[in-house]
């Protein structure tokens, strides 16, 4: 996941609020839009190609899913606006994909901002792995209605679908807020796949933490410390989100989805566990990084100084003996070179059992 925490504005510098403009990535080529229809009795699912044909829908007694991937098309998400009757400052924080995850009450419908995470498919050159991508989701939540925007096409809202198509569990049975929090809660439990996919990659790195650490080594941790951060900042205010959303005095928001609304405060209570638990592990492992790299250090430093210390004698006596004095009595000696190396090699035997002798080797 290639995590920025600091994205360009500029696009909005000198605008008047309420002003939509999409600040962000573009991450769809076209703009999909997704209509489920359905009550107890009933499922539409139909896919439009004109913002238009989902106007009927606001008044429709039946529950409406209206999905939208692809929110750099600032004419459609107006025009949607336009007819729900959507607060341009509202709209303006659907288009500028940074907001921090957050439930305004308004009196005819809840905006909800949620920062989704998905694991996908990524292909190297050698072979094929998962990369975790982020983009962030809005929500509105209307008396019979619940629009989705979405930066790109995929998502973790497939077992809703699901259980809307199958009709299991009572989502087909009850109202817009019911499905709102399915969006929701289908969001938070994908953190745990999440947090699941990066404990995996923490468990390899402690391993080559302790058996031989490189430089990837550092920077495979460095990515993981940057990518803890964000899902911190991201996971911290889903508290705030699930709170809120159990405080708000609307009509909007049953007792009866309240109920499981608390079990997505619950839920996220876990979730800022976990991540704070492996930010500690992080934070632990960059010491046993440093350790290691000082533990092999020292270790390289005291082999060649063990090395050094058995030379440095007999360095000494070749130094002596190569010395071009006329007057030395072992140079005329018949034995005076096998001797000389029988003492320099009974030096540096005794100096090597030494040092084993003191498990200094």
Known sequence: MTTRFVKRAYEKFGLPPGTIVHVGEKRAETVNITVIDYDKDHLQIKRVSDIEEVFPFRDSPTVTWINIDGIHDA????????????HPLVLEDILHTTQRPKVEDFENYIYIVLRMFYLQDKTNEREVDTEIISEQVSLILGTNFVISFQE??????????????????????????????????????????????????????EDELLDEPTPDTLEELHELKNEMIFLRKSAWPLREVSNSLLR???????????TYIKDVYDHTIQIIDTIE?????????????????????????????IIATIFIPLTFLAGVYG????YMPELSWKWGYPVLWCIMITIGLFMFSFFRKKKWL
């Open 152 to 205: 790109a096409g995929g998502d973790t809202f497939d077992p809703v679908r699901t259980r809307i198509k199958n009709s299991k569990g009572r989502i087909k049975e009850l109202g817009a807020d019911y499905l709102a929090y399915a969006l929701i809660d289908s969001i938070v439990d994908n953190y745990f796949v999440i947090l699941e996919k990066l404990g995996e990659r923490i468990e390899i790195l």
């Open 248 to 258: 708000l005095e609307s009509g909007l928001i049953t007792k009866f989805t309240q």
């Open 323 to 326: 010395m071009n004095f006329q």
């Open 277 to 305: 638990t492996y930010r500690d592990m992080l934070s632990g492992m960059m010491d046993i990084y440093l350790s290691s790299v000082s533990n092999r250090m020292n270790e390289v430093m005291k082999i060649l100084t």
């Open 75 to 86: 004419t459609i998400i107006e025009r949607l606006g336009t007819h729900f009757n959507i």
